[in-house]
Structures are given as structure tokens and as C-alpha cells.
């Protein structure tokens, strides 16, 4: 049963996402060395957001559920502020480039061990597909980002 509050929970997700993405966009553009690896990760968070906003138009025509036990609307917010945070940081230069990486990496680490695509359930075969899909790139996410850390982390000890 689709509640009143399902379609601003979905709203809600698809702006952290779009926040993501323009963390991710202002580091490439700090970091040149490192670009095209956050305009692809802030591509594909516009992408998610995308794919959040369609969940939120179909919800009710196809039964999407959002568990309200394992949403919470603060954490959300407070997550949502961290990202602003950082990007205030990022634009004002006072970001270097291994703690954008570590940010990114924390993200990505904090939606997969958070579960934070969980809140959904669903019958629809569709929707699960899509949820599906926002779960896998987010884990993908979270590979090309523990390995660009890593292979950051190597250039700077071999210095």
C-alpha cells in the first residue's frame, strides 16, 4: 500500500543522489588528474536520481512499498547536510585530493552497508529490476572507488 509520504521518501532519495553528483562534479573539476572517474560516478548518480524519480511516478500504479521502519528521514537529511558540507569544502579549495577520495569511498561504502536501497519492497517485477540495477551500480560505485583510492594511495607511497 502506497502511503502519502511514499512519494516525498522517493523525492528525497533521488536529491541525495543528485547531491551526490555534484560532489562528485566539483571534484572532477578541482581534480583534472582524476576527472574522468567523478563525471562518470556524477553521470551515473543524475542517472539514479532519474531512475528514483520513474519509481516515484509508477509506485502507485505498481504496488512500490516503502518500509517507514527502515527509513529515517533525519539520517537522510544529516547525510544530505555531510554532502553539502563537503561540497562547500570542495568549492571554497579546501579539499585535497586524497580527501576526496576519501569521501567518495566513504559514500559509496555508507549506501551499500546501509542497505540503503532496502526500504523498497515490492511484487512488481519492474521495479524490483530497477531497484536491482540502483544496487549494482551503486556496489559497482564502490569498486572504482576503493580501487582509485588504492592506486592513489600506491602513487603517493612510491613518491
Known amino acids: ?19 551526490i553528483g555534484v560532489l562528485y562534479h566539483e571534484y572532477a573539476e578541482r581534480f583534472p588528474e582524476y576527472d574522468s572517474f567523478w563525471y562518470g560516478l556524477a553521470g551515473e548518480e543524475k542517472e539514479h536520481a532519474n531512475w528514483i524519480r520513474r519509481l516515484c511516478s509508477t509506485a502507485v500504479e505498481r504496488g512500490l512499498f516503502i518500509n517507514q521502519a527502515r527509513f529515517n528521514k533525519e539520517a537522510l537529511q544529516t547525510y544530505i ?23 567518495t569511498l566513504y559514500i559509496e561504502e555508507s549506501l551499500i552497508e546501509r542497505k540503503y536501497f532496502d526500504v523498497f519492497e515490492t511484487d512488481s ?3 524490483k529490476h530497477v531497484l536491482r540495477n540502483l544496487a549494482a551500480s551503486t ?14 594511495k600506491r602513487i603517493v607511497s612510491s613518491e
Open 125 to 127: 517485477a519492474e521495479l
Open 139 to 152: 556496489r559497482t560505485h564502490l569498486d572504482k572507488a576503493r580501487e582509485t583510492f588504492n592506486h592513489y
Open 81 to 103: 547536510n555531510y554532502l553539502q558540507h563537503e561540497l562547500a569544502k570542495a568549492k571554497q579549495g579546501e579539499t585535497t585530493l586524497l580527501n576526496g577520495l576519501s569521501v
Open 1 to 19: 500500500m502506497v502511503t502519502d509520504e511514499q512519494p516525498d521518501i522517493l523525492h528525497r532519495l533521488a536529491e541525495n543522489e543528485e547531491a
